[in-house]
């Protein structure tokens, strides 16, 4: 019988209900196929347009959906491929309603919220579990019990329960229990209203997760279960971790796992042995370095969340700590000075010409003091401008997209897109390949003359400009199977220097880091 677990949030948005969510389907994902759903309020069809400070990382899949960063968490917990399809937000839902309304499918009937909006959320999450083939539906509710965004999500969540059973559904709801500094105490009346407001909606929690920066105590667990109407060992502490790989053995040790069988009816048997000594490599690590990430979106870090995770696999597979230190590109007078001393140098994906300069220095920077250097996607752009400034002697030369009337267009718009005017899901988007010259370090780091990554982009390294920089030394590495568009670039006489016009740290995982990653810090360690 197919199963289902839903996951909703109280109190504060940013608990980490997709961590939670995540962790959950790991430790069921040895036995069963678990097929994760993300229902977002929001009314955008996806987050592509929203600026990263606005929403946090923009994860693209496979398939060339742009998701909520969540899906970074399913994929690399679950060892699975998502899809488009996955990501429900109210956009797409109200698109459909509409669309179907016009064919005239509710001919006769008022199209209400209640039951029409309910139903066809309800339909996509059978729809995908059949096409899935699923053994359980792990559904995570956006934003937080109380917003009205959410609520119709919700609506459907409860009827779940009369449509399949209280034995094939599960609630896990994730709060906050705070530790007042004035008494030192834990506090469970934030809990204690957000399961009310849960009830409220007609949702009966199952199991109740309390983020807390210390396991909760016994005398916690027994209040909150009191008031809330669940037993205390369905109480469990969401701690605050170091590293977010443990949220996994956490719920372990709380004893997660036996609650969820005797609800579900189902047999848990979870090896993390593998996980356990991946973190242990990175806790014992006697080797530290430290890498510079250079963008215009620091202030949030969740804007670059697959960048971080990425570095922190290497760092579990190559027995490093890794110290990271955000350089702000908008202000190009202190790029220097701030990347005295570090190790290696990354300069993420980005739009638009704020910050653009100061990409450029700290790219140059790391060019002439041999320092290692990885360009992702935006940062590939930037590279190749920069060489074409300053080696190749093609004065101002930049992106289309910074400089219209430049010059020297060693970047420019590829032509599918010169008359696009929708900004929404127009990119190119999803995997493609790319193809491998044998002698270059890109080849030594895949072993692959094939290679297939992610990408998100509009701009590509204009063809005319292809031989002068290579004619100056820069190898063009990989490229399309036309050899139009150039994936791969890299400087053969430095240390490590190489960039690509896809986004591979999407697709890295603890025990299997991304191959670029890899090289580039084990670069940085010697």
Not at 316 to 334: H, Y
Not at 400 to 423: C, F, R, W
Request: glycine residues 8%.
């Amino acid at each position: 019988m197919l199963k289902f677990i839903v996951v909703t949030g109280g109190v504060l948005s940013g608990l980490g209900k997709g961590i939670a969510a995540a962790s959950i389907g790991h430790l069921l994902s040895d036995k069963y196929k678990v097929i994760p759903i993300k229902c977002d309020g929001y009314l955008n069809v996806d987050p592509g347009t929203m600026n990263p400070v606005e929403h946090g990382e923009v994860f693209v899949l496979d398939d060339g959906g742009e998701v909520d960063m969540d899906f970074g968490h399913y994929e690399r917990f679950l060892g699975i491929t998502c899809k488009f399809k996955w990501n429900l937000t109210m956009g797409k839902v109200f698109n459909e309603i509409r669309e179907k309304e016009r064919r005239g499918d509710y001919l006769g009937k008022t199209v209400q919220y209640v039951p029409h909006v309910t139903n066809l959320i309800k339909e996509k999450f059978f729809e995908i579990a059949k096409e899935e083939d699923a053994d359980i539906v792990l559904i995570e509710i956006g934003g937080t019990i109380g917003d009205m965004e959410n609520e119709l999500y919700l609506e459907a969540a409860r009827q779940l329960k009369n449509d399949v059973g209280s034995e094939n559904v599960l609630y896990v709801h994730l709060t906050y229990v705070p530790i007042l500094s004035a008494v030192n105490e834990q506090k469970s009346k934030p809990t204690q209203q957000s399961v009310h407001l849960l009830l409220q909606k007609g949702v009966q929690p199952d199991i109740i997760i309390g983020r807390c920066s210390e396991y909760l105590e016994d005398r916690i667990k027994e209040k909150i279960a009191q008031f809330c109407n669940i037993k205390k060992e369905a109480v469990i502490t969401g701690l605050d971790v170091d590293d977010l790989y443990k949220i996994p053995m956490v719920f372990e040790q709380e004893g997660i796992i036996n609650i969820i069988s005797r609800h579900l009816k189902i047999r848990i048997n979870k090896d993390l042995h593998k996980w356990k000594e991946l973190i242990r490599n990175r806790e014992s690590a006697k080797k530290n370095v430290t890498v510079a990430i250079c963008g215009k979106y620091t202030q949030l870090e969740d804007s670059y969340a697959s960048i971080i995770e990425s570095l922190n696999h290497c760092s579990s597979n190559l027995n490093c700590k890794i110290s990271l230190k955000w350089v702000d590109t908008t202000d190009e007078t202190k790029i220097e000075s701030q990347l005295k001393g570090v190790d290696g140098i990354i300069v993420p994906g980005g739009f638009g010409s704020r910050g653009t300069e100061g990409k450029m220095k700290a790219i140059k920077y790391a060019r002439e003091n041999n320092i290692p250097f990885l360009g992702l996607c935006f940062g590939l752009q930037m590279a190749v401008a920069e060489f074409a400034r300053n080696v190749c002697k093609l004065e101002g030369a930049n992106s289309t997209e910074i400089d219209p009337k430049t010059k020297y267009p060693v970047i420019d718009i590829l032509p599918e897109q010169k008359n696009v005017t929708s900004k929404g899901g127009t990119m190119r988007l999803g995997a493609y390949d790319a193809y491998i010259l044998k002698n270059s370090k890109v080849y030594e780091l895949y072993n692959s003359v094939k290679v297939s990554e992610r990408h998100r982009h509009r701009y590509e390294v204009n063809p005319e400009y292809h031989k002068v920089l290579q004619e100056k030394g820069m190898l063009l590495s990989g490229t399309s199977q036309d050899g139009k568009l150039v994936e791969f670039i890299e400087l053969p006489k430095h240390k490590f220097f190489v960039a690509t016009q896809a986004h591979p740290e999407l697709k890295s995982s603890l025990d299997k880091p991304a191959p670029l990653f890899y090289g580039f810090v084990k670069a940085c360690m010697k």
